[in-house]
C-alpha cells in the first residue's frame, strides 16, 4: 500500500515523463527519465528526497545521476519501474 505522499511524487513522474514522450514523439513513457527537480510535488527538496529513497528501497523507482555541463552540480534522473507503475495503478484503482 501506497502512502499519500508516495502517490503524489509517482503521479509527478508520471506526469514528466507523459510529458517528455510527447515531446520525444515516442509511444512509451516506461523508459523516459526525467531530471528529478522537474517533478517535486513537495514544498521542499528535503521530502522529496526522502519520499524518492523510500520509492527506490521499495523497487517503485530508478535513479541516476550525471555532472551537468554547465555549473558542474549533479542533475539526478529518476523513472518509475515496471513495479512502480503496478502500484500507481493499484493505488488508482485503474486496470
Not at 517535486?40 to 523510500?54: I, L
Request: proline letters at 4%; a negative charge; aromatic letters at 6%.
Amino acid at each position: 500500500m501506497l502512502t499519500e505522499e508516495e502517490v503524489r511524487a509517482l503521479d509527478a513522474i508520471l506526469k514528466g515523463v507523459l510529458a517528455r514522450s510527447q515531446e520525444e514523439g515516442e509511444g512509451d513513457p516506461l523508459f523516459h527519465a526525467v531530471d528529478a527537480s522537474g517533478v517535486n510535488p513537495f514544498p521542499d527538496a528535503r521530502t522529496q528526497s526522502d519520499v524518492y529513497k523510500g520509492l527506490a528501497r521499495k523497487g517503485l523507482i530508478a535513479c541516476s545521476g550525471s555532472r551537468a555541463l554547465q555549473g558542474g552540480g549533479l542533475v539526478v534522473h529518476v523513472f518509475m519501474t515496471p513495479k512502480g507503475w503496478e502500484a500507481l495503478k493499484a493505488a488508482r484503482s485503474v486496470n
